[in-house]
């Protein structure tokens, strides 16, 4: 039951931590980042961005790292840091919506395989939502649960304890469900392994050799998921299905 609580409790700081930033330092350096941005002196501010991205990691950080290279035009980088942000708070709109304008100025127009009804509607479900949201909502939960299971051990009318306890279970099986789902936010964050292609134009190739068959050709500003390596090389597979190998130089992890 401890490491249940401390894994619980370690998932929730996890999410709280990364949604917002600390209140020393880094807090300045962000208000000096946020006024030169204002400014339009995106490149400073990117600077002074990435002096606090080499400490935390946060939403609003990876947004606001976005926002200035779309400004000074370099898509694939803006990709980079509104996916980042996205892990870790899918359901910003600003943030769709700009990823979505930056993906419409790339090349590619890469249609995704059709899913069935209930895989798309239990990756939709997963992923909407961040570590806070599902981490939190369990923790209330729990409490509800607890408070209504206590009407079941005081005197009260039978039927009273009865439906607490009917109740209070219910609950307490919404509250071990929630706790998955943010354990598969977490795991989402750390285990899902995309890139944006940033070489203008790439050659995916067969195999991991130079000397190897040219299978397609992908641009910059795509999004590829990577499923294996091998030294310089990632073995990719594009939203179609099709699978290739290109090599890490070519890419930015995201």
Same mark, same amino acid.
């Given at each position: 039951?401890?490491?249940?609580?401390? %894994?619980?409790?370690?998932?929730?700081?996890?999410?709280?931590?990364?949604?917002?930033?600390?209140?020393?330092?880094?807090?300045?350096?962000?208000?000096?980042?946020?006024?030169?941005?204002?400014?339009?002196?995106?490149?400073? /501010?990117?600077?002074?961005?990435?002096?606090?991205?080499?400490?935390?990691?946060?939403?609003?950080?990876?947004?606001?790292?976005?926002?200035?290279?779309?400004?000074?035009?370099?898509?694939?980088?803006?990709?980079?840091?509104?996916? $980042?942000?996205?892990?870790?708070?899918?359901?910003?709109?600003?943030? !769709? /919506?700009?990823?979505?304008?930056?993906?419409?100025?790339?090349?590619?127009? %890469?249609?995704?395989?059709?899913?069935?009804?209930?895989?798309?509607?239990?990756?939709?479900?997963?992923?909407?939502?961040? &570590?806070?949201?599902?981490?939190?909502?369990?923790?209330?939960?729990?409490?509800?649960?607890?408070?209504?299971?206590?009407?079941?051990?005081?005197?009260?009318?039978?039927?009273?304890?009865?439906?607490?306890?009917?109740? +209070?279970?219910?609950?307490? !099986?919404?509250?071990?469900?929630?706790?998955? !789902? /943010?354990?598969?936010?977490?795991?989402?964050?750390?285990?899902?392994?995309?890139? &944006? %292609?940033?070489?203008?134009?790439?050659?995916?190739?067969?195999?991991?050799?130079?000397? +190897?068959? $040219?299978?397609?050709?992908?641009?910059?500003?795509?999004?590829?998921?990577?499923?294996?390596?091998?030294?310089?090389?990632?073995? &990719?597979?594009? /939203?179609? +299905?099709?699978? +290739?190998? %290109?090599?890490?130089?070519?890419?930015?992890?995201?």
């Amino acid at each position: 039951m401890k490491k249940v609580v401390t %894994i619980f409790l370690g998932l929730l700081i996890f999410g709280s931590a990364l949604a917002t930033l600390p209140k020393d330092s880094a807090q300045i350096i962000m208000q000096d980042a946020n006024k030169l941005y204002e400014s339009s002196e995106y490149v400073e /501010a990117i600077n002074l961005y990435k002096k606090i991205e080499a400490e935390f990691r946060s939403p609003i950080l990876f947004y606001n790292i976005g926002n200035c290279y779309f400004k000074i035009g370099n898509v694939p980088e803006a990709i980079v840091y509104y996916e $980042r942000s996205l892990k870790y708070d899918p359901e910003n709109e600003n943030t !769709l /919506a700009n990823l979505k304008q930056a993906n419409k100025l790339i090349t590619d127009d %890469i249609r995704e395989l059709p899913q069935t009804a209930v895989s798309q509607w239990w990756y939709n479900f997963t992923r909407n939502k961040s &570590i806070n949201f599902w981490a939190q909502l369990s923790i209330y939960l729990m409490v509800a649960a607890f408070l209504i299971l206590i009407l079941a051990v005081v005197r009260t009318p039978n039927f009273i304890r009865k439906f607490s306890m009917l109740l +209070g279970s219910l609950l307490v !099986l919404a509250g071990i469900f929630t706790f998955f !789902l /943010a354990n598969t936010a977490k795991n989402n964050i750390e285990n899902d392994n995309y890139a &944006i %292609i940033f070489t203008p134009k790439v050659d995916v190739m067969s195999e991991p050799k130079d000397n +190897g068959s $040219r299978l397609f050709v992908i641009h910059d500003g795509l999004k590829v998921d990577i499923i294996s390596e091998n030294n310089e090389w990632f073995e &990719i597979k594009l /939203a179609n +299905g099709a699978i +290739g190998w %290109i090599k890490k130089e070519d890419c930015k992890v995201i």
